[in-house]
């Protein structure tokens, strides 16, 4: 009982000396972080393309590069695709043509998102939850603070744990 106690005394300190990220109370951490998802052409931050042969998708430009670098194509091939600079249009004529013919380009944008099934209490928990797990995020993962806007419950139970006064407690030893 004295080290639950002991667990809430720090709680209750972290929780009321947190920096609030801008949130209203009640605030809960999150892991925020950002992927890429299929966009309108005009929107497009990059390109993909997908080989329907292999069915993988990869990183246009890191795609021609690898070509580039690692390929066992002819000279004249190699030649060609050294030719095409940043014209897209190009590029999949000629990944349709020595490499998969029903290849696609797949325009593509960076948003964020809230990372499913991640709650922390303070930003600390958070943080450290970010840095072992990291093999789970991307390189941008961070924590995001949330608002849980009309919840009483957890308005309540926070308050609770902000303002009581946990050493009136009396146990026994």
């Given at each position: 009982?004295n080290?639950?106690?002991?667990f809430?005394?720090?709680?209750?300190?972290?929780?009321?000396n947190?920096?609030?990220?801008?949130?209203?109370?009640?605030?809960?951490?999150?892991?925020?972080?950002?992927e890429?998802?299929?966009?309108r052409?005009e929107?497009a931050e990059?390109?993909?393309?997908?080989?329907?042969?292999?069915?993988?998708?990869?990183?246009?430009?890191?795609?021609?590069?690898?070509?580039?670098?690692?390929?066992?194509?002819?000279?004249?091939v190699?030649?060609?695709l050294?030719?095409?600079?940043?014209?897209?249009?190009?590029?999949?004529e000629?990944?349709?043509?020595?490499?998969?013919?029903?290849?696609?380009?797949?325009p593509?944008?960076?948003v964020?998102?809230?990372?499913?099934?991640t709650?922390f209490?303070?930003?600390?928990?958070?943080?450290?939850?970010?840095?072992?797990?990291?093999?789970?995020?991307?390189s941008?993962?961070?924590?995001?603070?949330?608002?849980?806007?009309?919840?009483?419950?957890?308005?309540?139970?926070?308050n609770?744990?902000?303002?009581?006064?946990?050493?009136?407690?009396?146990t026994?030893k």
């Amino acid at each position: 009982m004295n080290q639950d106690i002991q667990f809430l005394i720090e709680l209750q300190q972290e929780l009321k000396n947190q920096d609030s990220d801008g949130q209203a109370a009640p605030r809960f951490w999150t892991v925020g972080d950002y992927e890429w998802v299929e966009a309108r052409e005009e929107n497009a931050e990059r390109y993909s393309v997908y080989l329907p042969n292999i069915a993988e998708s990869y990183v246009l430009d890191d795609y021609l590069e690898e070509i580039k670098e690692d390929s066992e194509l002819s000279k004249e091939v190699q030649t060609e695709l050294q030719e095409i600079e940043e014209d897209y249009d190009d590029a999949i004529e000629w990944i349709q043509k020595y490499i998969d013919e029903g290849a696609e380009l797949i325009p593509e944008r960076k948003v964020h998102i809230i990372q499913p099934n991640t709650m922390f209490l303070t930003k600390v928990e958070a943080k450290r939850h970010i840095r072992l797990n990291k093999h789970h995020y991307t390189s941008e993962a961070h924590t995001y603070a949330m608002t849980a806007w009309r919840a009483l419950k957890v308005e309540r139970l926070l308050n609770i744990l902000e303002t009581f006064e946990w050493k009136s407690i009396e146990t026994s030893k």
